[in-house]
């Protein structure tokens, strides 16, 4: 059964840091690529961040791109992403998602065939 | 950046009824769309991949039409379990998801 666990939300002031974590099971992880897509409070869902299967290519959103980084370790099944310089507007659930097509190299993100439960991210003072 | 717009924004509906979702990009994506239903609380669920494929094991009244520019979702006959937000999703260039459609109860 495939799994992901996100950690590491909370509150944090504007222009802090908070790193969250995405565990990932029931699959070969390295054969995906994963995304994290935020959802404000009482809004659409927002694509963040992806990466490649492999970790070669990173790909971001412009509202994050600079100060966010995605990453992943695929011999923890663990995807990261850092983010810096935080702003109230990046209030939000965050998720970790699995791509639904299988590749085993350099394949950009499509679209998700599991989530994760989300983590809240608060920026605020 | 591609942009993707739904309409409506939100739609009542009764149980039974078919109910039609549309979803617009900027520019041409091709078939490179799906669809999602979300819940509140809950994360978005996989409905249509591709514009107009199946997801498995969801249910058959769900389908996806559409290519280059505009697509559509159909619900066949609005279930009780249907009551949700349902979003677009480009993929032919980055992502981008449109602004929801939200189907409340009429």
């Known amino acids: 059964e495939v799994q992901l666990l996100e950690s590491g939300g909370g509150l944090v002031q504007p222009g802090g840091s908070l790193r969250l974590s995405c565990a990932a099971s029931?699959?070969?992880?390295?054969?995906?690529?994963m995304s994290w897509v935020r959802q404000a409070p009482g809004k659409g869902l927002e694509w963040v961040s992806a990466?490649?299967?492999?970790?070669?290519?990173?790909y971001y959103a412009d509202s994050v791109k600079g100060r966010f980084t995605i990453s992943r370790d695929n011999s923890k099944n663990t995807l990261y992403l850092q983010m810096n310089s935080l702003r109230a507007e990046d209030t939000a659930v965050y998720y970790c998602?699995?791509?639904?097509?299988?590749?085993?190299?350099?394949?950009?993100?499509?679209?998700?065939?599991?989530w994760g439960q989300g983590t809240l991210v608060t920026v605020s003072s | 950046d591609i942009q993707m717009t739904q309409s409506p924004s939100t739609l009542s509906a009764s149980v039974g009824d078919r109910v039609t979702i549309t979803c617009r990009a900027s520019?041409?994506?091709?078939?490179?769309l799906a669809w999602y239903q979300q819940k509140p609380g809950k994360a978005p669920k996989l409905l249509i991949y591709?514009?107009?494929s199946l997801e498995s094991g969801v249910p058959s009244r769900f389908s996806g039409s559409g290519s280059g520019t505009e697509f559509t979702l159909t619900i066949s006959s609005l279930q009780p379990d249907d009551f949700a937000t349902y979003y677009c999703?480009?993929?032919?260039?980055?992502?981008?998801f449109g602004g929801g459609t939200k189907v409340e109860i009429k």
């Open positions: 029931g699959f070969t992880f390295s054969s995906y690529a």
């Open positions: 520019q041409s994506i091709s078939s490179w």
């Open positions: 591709k514009a107009s």
């Open positions: 990466i490649s299967g492999s970790g070669g290519s990173t």
């Open positions: 999703q480009q993929y032919n260039s980055y992502l981008t």
């Open positions: 998602a699995k791509d639904r097509a299988y590749c085993g190299g350099d394949c950009p993100s499509t679209y998700f065939d599991y």
